[in-house]
């Protein structure tokens, strides 16, 4: 099957329609805003364990619903953005997020469980319309042999976020310790009542304040005058390619998996850090300083992000993928096999060698498409559900093995990321268009 790959007009016909550096500079806040929203789960999680007294398995229900929303509402998110255009959808998805947001209010006042996980699935109902929309969207702002530099660059700002949420988090959600629900029974009924609500505005106030920044995002893009890029779009698909079209293409097909166990390592990795390393053997840290190495974890992935973006100009993206998730298995058996500062600082580190695996993994499985690249988008942010099923499967694994012998899960995941940089990320030749 021929693939059209007509060299993308990326200015415009108008005057008006900015450069793709200034495009550029704009999206890259909208990785910004995902990233950070995406690692307060890190934090909220902790919380929430505490606060409903759950057991890990029961605790990675945090994201298993959210990273959950990226396989239910991936493929009408692609429809969206393909109706909609990158631009809109992008408005669409920070709307919808901050909807998302805003619920956590009544679900952090009625102390319901299942009203966080509703919140969570809105919002990252929203998240899912922006990676379909923002990440296509940065991959084509320029030539394509350059593709992964430039997404790679953007989610540099992406773990920026991810980065500063976890010391947010920190210090407004985990700011206070948890009583157990023996403790709260035991304190007088006025202080029952100041207890819950005090607890309930440490998630309040921080999501709330990120549905208003979500909203005012949103006005912003909208009024910005955004290249649209339509000829990759379905608009411009005379041949209504379907789904399965996309999956032909083996770079797809293996990219799918391998952004499945990259999204699911990381964020299996980044889930349980704060319990992890409040271990005695670990770390014997509070919860709180807990999290200043989760967000040590994913500085490293943003100083690797802006590093690789460098490199990638230089280096072939296939073999520094490669190289990258070779690191990790190492640092991960180091884990598995020490205690102390040992396990800390391997555990910690994964998250610099995690730095250029989702931008790379995406470029390479969008790479050669033409009008196919929003079908391949969406099957690929359909794949980030490994950020709800490998947390679920550790998670039932800690609760059996210990939660330190359970970290061989997101090891056996960056094992096939090895195997995807090496091989899976080949598209197939013969016609000279990857199809």
Same mark, same amino acid.
């Not at 909807?99 to 919140?119: D, Q, T």
């Not at 030539?143 to 530099?149: G, I, L, N, V, W």
């Not at 974890?297 to 296939?318: E, H, K, N, Q, T």
């Given at each position: 099957?021929?693939?059209?790959?007509?060299p993308?007009?990326?200015?415009?016909s108008?005057?008006?329609?900015?450069?793709?550096?200034?495009?550029?500079?704009?999206?890259?806040?909208?990785?910004?805003?995902?990233?950070?929203?995406?690692?307060?789960?890190?934090?909220?999680?902790?919380?929430?364990?505490?606060?409903?007294?759950?057991?890990?398995?029961?605790?990675?229900?945090?994201?298993?619903?959210?990273?959950?929303?990226?396989?239910?509402?991936?493929?009408?998110?692609?429809?969206?953005?393909?109706?909609?255009?990158?631009?809109?959808?992008?408005?669409?998805g920070?709307?919808?997020a901050?909807i998302g947001?805003?619920?956590?209010?009544?679900?952090?006042?009625?102390?319901?469980?299942?009203?966080?996980?509703?919140?969570?699935?809105?919002?990252?109902?929203?998240?899912?319309?922006?990676?379909?929309?923002?990440?296509?969207?940065?991959?084509?702002?320029?030539?394509?042999?350059?593709?992964?530099?430039?997404?790679?660059?953007?989610? /540099?700002?992406? $773990?920026? +976020?991810?980065? %500063?949420?976890?010391?947010?988090?920190?210090?407004l !959600?985990? *700011?206070? &310790?948890?009583?157990?629900?023996?403790?709260?029974?035991?304190?007088?009924?006025?202080?029952?009542?100041?207890?819950?609500?005090?607890?309930?505005?440490?998630?309040?106030?921080?999501?709330v304040?990120?549905?208003?920044?979500?909203?005012?995002l949103?006005?912003?893009?909208?009024?910005?005058?955004?290249?649209?890029?339509?000829?990759?779009?379905?608009?411009?698909?005379?041949?209504?390619?379907?789904?399965?079209d996309a999956?032909?293409?083996?770079?797809?097909?293996?990219?799918?998996?391998?952004?499945f166990?990259?999204v699911? /390592?990381?964020? $299996?990795? +980044?889930?349980? %850090?704060?319990?992890?390393?409040?271990?005695?053997? !670990?770390? *014997?840290? &509070?919860?709180?300083?807990?999290?200043?190495?989760?967000?040590?974890?994913?500085?490293?992935?943003?100083?690797?992000?802006?590093?690789?973006?460098?490199?990638?100009?230089?280096?072939?993206?296939?073999?520094?993928?490669?190289?990258?998730?070779v690191?990790?298995?190492?640092?991960?058996?180091?884990?598995?096999?020490?205690?102390?500062?040992?396990?800390?600082?391997?555990?910690?580190?994964?998250?610099?060698?995690?730095?250029?695996?989702?931008?790379?993994?995406?470029?390479?499985?969008?790479?050669?498409?033409?009008?196919?690249?929003?079908?391949? $988008?969406?099957?690929?942010?359909?794949?980030?559900?490994?950020?709800?099923?490998?947390?679920?499967?550790?998670?039932v694994?800690?609760?059996?093995?210990?939660?330190?012998?359970?970290?061989i899960?997101?090891?056996?995941?960056?094992?096939?990321?090895?195997?995807?940089?090496?091989?899976?990320?080949?598209?197939?030749?013969?016609?000279?268009?990857?199809?």
């Amino acid at each position: 099957m021929a693939i059209p790959t007509t060299p993308l007009k990326t200015t415009g016909s108008s005057a008006s329609v900015v450069n793709p550096r200034m495009a550029l500079a704009v999206a890259t806040t909208i990785f910004f805003m995902w990233g950070f929203l995406t690692s307060l789960n890190d934090v909220l999680i902790p919380h929430l364990k505490a606060v409903f007294e759950l057991n890990y398995t029961r605790a990675m229900l945090v994201q298993f619903t959210f990273f959950g929303a990226y396989f239910l509402m991936s493929l009408p998110a692609g429809r969206l953005v393909a109706r909609l255009g990158y631009k809109n959808g992008i408005v669409a998805g920070l709307v919808i997020a901050g909807i998302g947001a805003l619920g956590f209010w009544p679900a952090a006042a009625l102390r319901v469980y299942e009203g966080f996980l509703a919140s969570l699935f809105v919002l990252a109902t929203g998240i899912t319309v922006l990676q379909v929309a923002a990440n296509p969207y940065v991959a084509l702002l320029g030539p394509e042999q350059t593709a992964s530099s430039r997404l790679t660059l953007a989610q /540099a700002l992406n $773990s920026l +976020g991810t980065t %500063l949420a976890p010391l947010f988090g920190g210090l407004l !959600i985990l *700011g206070t &310790t948890v009583k157990s629900g023996d403790q709260i029974d035991a304190l007088p009924a006025a202080e029952q009542l100041a207890y819950r609500v005090t607890e309930a505005q440490s998630v309040q106030g921080p999501y709330v304040g990120l549905a208003i920044a979500l909203v005012l995002l949103a006005v912003f893009v909208y009024l910005f005058r955004l290249p649209p890029l339509s000829e990759a779009t379905e608009q411009a698909d005379r041949s209504h390619h379907t789904l399965m079209d996309a999956l032909r293409q083996p770079h797809v097909l293996f990219g799918v998996l391998a952004i499945f166990f990259y999204v699911g /390592a990381e964020v $299996s990795i +980044g889930s349980f %850090l704060v319990n992890y390393l409040s271990m005695p053997e !670990i770390g *014997g840290l &509070t919860e709180q300083q807990a999290t200043n190495y989760v967000s040590l974890y994913w500085g490293g992935a943003m100083i690797g992000r802006f590093a690789g973006s460098a490199l990638l100009v230089r280096l072939s993206p296939r073999k520094l993928l490669a190289g990258f998730a070779v690191a990790n298995v190492v640092l991960l058996a180091l884990t598995l096999m020490s205690s102390g500062q040992t396990a800390l600082y391997c555990i910690v580190a994964t998250g610099l060698f995690n730095s250029i695996m989702f931008p790379t993994i995406f470029a390479l499985g969008i790479e050669r498409l033409g009008p196919l690249t929003n079908k391949a $988008s969406s099957l690929l942010i359909m794949a980030i559900v490994g950020g709800a099923l490998i947390p679920l499967l550790q998670g039932v694994l800690a609760d059996r093995i210990g939660l330190h012998h359970s970290f061989i899960v997101p090891l056996l995941c960056y094992g096939y990321v090895i195997f995807y940089g090496l091989v899976g990320s080949r598209p197939r030749t013969g016609n000279g268009q990857g199809g």
